[in-house]
């Protein structure tokens, strides 16, 4: 049995072009007509990036060009990130985002060190996280962190004086998986940059529960950034209260009409972006989840619907849907590299770094 | 206590002369009077290597004369891997064969992102290899990989689109292992790259159960392909039907006579390569091991005779044998980094990285 | 909730200046009016470092003041370490140990190949250390090991034929971590590289058991190389003889005044230098400890006593003292980086790689 898909050119030094089942929206179309401020990225200079509250609609869209420039363009023969070391502290272990973040660098010649595991750290017997921010300052310079409590980032930023990426705070926040989500979103639909016409506004369905899910929480509260061209998000969630007070009060300021329901079937119909989720991952136990929380061959989906997933994924999302033009789920995935390479060259202040011929600026 | 026995020198930018105990044939014997034909290696480009049975003799051959390059020249100054990232999956752990890959990728100035064991993956939690697949799509250009079950090759090609390196799969195969034993045995007797007369064909003996041992099995199948060399095989394995009907079928097409015995002083005084393993090592099991699965001092080994083992080993094979020139073993581990090498650099398509001058071709 | 305390300059390839809680000394001062000699530092060319003992006055004062020109002095441009591959063996797991090594290799573009936990090795099954010697001749050209066992160090030099860097073995060693400790010391008075007066002689406090602490051990050994600038070292342990035979008889030879004493308190007012440790880290149990081995806001410190902790710490170092003038441990961690770099410049022999303007030779 031999892979025959796929032939690398000689000359190809690093990427592989994106070519996957699903819809591949060319990441081009995000740059067309349009430039990249790079005055609104360098407020990124030096900073952390730990919660979706930092970002305004403008940075969002301005880190999602500079990834979609990342994504069309042959940026790392200037290696932008060379000399610069990454620390990957994932005290909370996972595979996909760890590596997402890790290719994110290499390929930009940068290095890692790394923690892929804390059950056998001395956070395990029992270090504080001020301490470890401390030894973090002497080994990196910037560090990737998740960690299964929502409070390590606080802990760790009492002595970290270098920039730190959250990678998932316990129930907190995810924020640079809501970029890969808005980035596949605007390649999706470039129009969502400016302003929709009443008509064209889109209903956002959000399968999971904000307050209790760091993921959903980042991408809800990223999503209402949009507010102006969102006409309504329908939360499905098995729970009375998915939002809590402070999410609930969000959204209720931002004017957009919310729905709760359990079942996905009852709006599924009319949702044009369907975020899914494994709610069966909260903690490590796999409960079997009914049709209510699931998309399959049966779901009545809109026809120009597109659906996103974080990943991993266990029933909710039927692979039957992997090959048809629903799926934005893959490039979401792919594209999340390039978010993340975006924020490494605007904290780690490298834009002279890039080729300037390349960069489409005012 | 101090170690002595090295000198850097300040000119050697990588590698350290293999100075060690047992044989150390030299891998420019394999070149003598003969060029390497990048034709044949040509046919490797794109491709997976996930089965001896992708190989014929003539492909044997041209690989292990490129690591026979590889590891009598310095190439590594022209960094043929540049820019390439290599993703070492071991869902199942094993440091012996991760560190011989990434120390072969490195060598050659690629790039490593690894996983070094599956407990915390997601692929624990029940995600599909499937999905696992489309991730390594997004991070790397290569994929080599380890796992507990035979199927998983099949599972991530549903979806992986970018070369894989099978590094053992459950009961399946092992392919860079087979040609780190071949390119052993054949720096040991080169004539074995043509034909040899009557009188001089080996006698093959293999301790373990090809039909559920990978390395044994893929072993097997290589050492078939050299069938008009090979006199006699004789399999040492305690069970009634080591080869199982595909591979007892092939060995009589092959028309190599083949002796079962549960004894290996049975034949060992005739066995010119004896290919040893852990039979304990058959899952995490350690079982107390005979002097009819065991090579020591008191083993009649023939004059000439050499010995094989992919490591790491138990009690089987004791370290009396190290210090004589019966011991190809350690040759065998050392060689393992250049046969994956030369994989990586067919695979990539990075020929033209190499220096030229330095290539026999015809 | 934003990180506004680091500002990275464009220029800056790789290092953030040390600024941190505590004392700050700047390295530069123990190159002040001094030179480096190349030809003490050439002692360790091919050398392994495996124990305090190989160390006398003058190369421990040679490597800490290299240590200091590499902390001062931009060296990475000049790339000192490539091609070159460590191998991080960490069989007994240290997060903070290896990433101080892995940071200080990557700094200077040497690579890295990892075990980061020795459970799921080789090594776990009974793997020998013999063999896995062997294996990383194939792998790499210097090796960092850290190991449970004592007799680790012995058994894998048996055919370990590359460097070793000891960083802890068992109850043994842990040379690296001395190195950094009195890299720290000499940085606060560096003074202690001549001859002090009588009454300029310090009082060094030592928390834990030379016996079973391998850290403590080493220090301990190390200072007695300095012992003309030593008055007196007091012990605090909860056992009755702390130091074994062996040490007690170094102890007297070297005709420093020994005081063994179970309560800190008793001693406190007059240590100059107090090396704190985890007692409750012998093992893997956690014991509540009294304030007889805690140094808190009520400890009757010296004026200008510092404090010294290889970390990680539980209870026994009250962060309220982070931020006075006692805290040297930061910089005792911030400064092990440029130890350990020191060590591999002058073990594998890359002096010529440093740029020659830049180093302070007689």
């Known amino acids: ?35 990249i401020n790079m005055d609104v990225l360098k407020k990124l200079v030096g900073q952390s990036v730990l919660s979706v509250d930092q970002f305004d609609k403008e940075l969002v869209l301005e880190v999602c060009k500079f990834a979609a420039l ?10 932008p990130l060379d000399g610069k070391i ?34 056998s750290t001395g956070q395990a017997k ?36 270098i920039p730190l990426i959250n990678a998932g705070n316990g129930s ?89 329901t359990n079942d996905v079937n009852e709006v599924v119909e009319d949702l044009d972006v369907i975020y899914m989720n494994s709610i069966a991952f ?5 409960k079997s989840l009914d049709s209510r929380f699931k998309l399959d061959s049966h779901t009545k989906l809109k026809d120009d619907a597109v659906v996103l997933h974080p990943l991993a994924r266990l029933d909710e999302l039927d692979p039957i849907l992997d090959d048809t033009h629903h799926n934005l789920y893959f490039t979401q995935a792919h594209g999340a590299v390039f978010v993340r390479q975006a924020l490494f060259i605007s904290v780690l202040n490298r834009f002279n770094k890039l080729p300037k011929e390349k960069i489409p600026t005012a």
């Not at 050119?9 to 929206?25: A, K, T």
């Open 172 to 260: 907190g926040e995810h924020p640079t998986q809501s970029l890969a989500d808005w980035f596949a979103i605007l390649k999706w639909k470039p129009e969502l940059k400016g302003q929709l016409k009443a008509e064209n506004k889109i209903h956002l369905g959000i399968l999971g529960t904000p307050g209790s899910m760091r993921a959903v929480n980042s991408f809800l509260r990223m999503s209402l950034l949009f507010k102006d061209n969102i006409k309504q998000i329908s939360i499905i969630s098995e729970m009375a209260d998915p939002l809590g007070e402070e999410l609930t009060n969000k959204v209720k300021e931002s004017g957009i009409t919310i729905h709760i």
């Open 1 to 35: 049995m031999v892979n025959e898909k796929f032939s690398p050119d000689e000359e190809s030094l690093d990427r592989n072009p994106m070519v996957s089942d699903g819809l591949n929206p060319d990441p081009e179309t995000l740059l067309k007509e349009d430039t």
């Open 282 to 286: 909260l903690g490590d136990s796999y």
């Open 126 to 161: 029992g270090e504080s996280l001020n301490d470890i921010g401390e030894m973090f300052n002497a080994y990196g310079d910037c560090v990737v962190m998740r960690h299964t409590e929502t409070s390590a980032v606080e802990e760790i930023l009492t002595h970290l004086r």
């Open 70 to 79: 990342l994504e069309s363009t042959e940026i790392a023969k200037s290696h």
């Open 86 to 119: 990454i620390v990957t502290a994932f005290f909370e272990a996972s595979t996909r985002t760890r590596l997402s973040f890790e290719s994110a660098v290499l390929r930009l010649d940068g290095k890692i060190i790394s923690i892929s595991d804390g059950k």
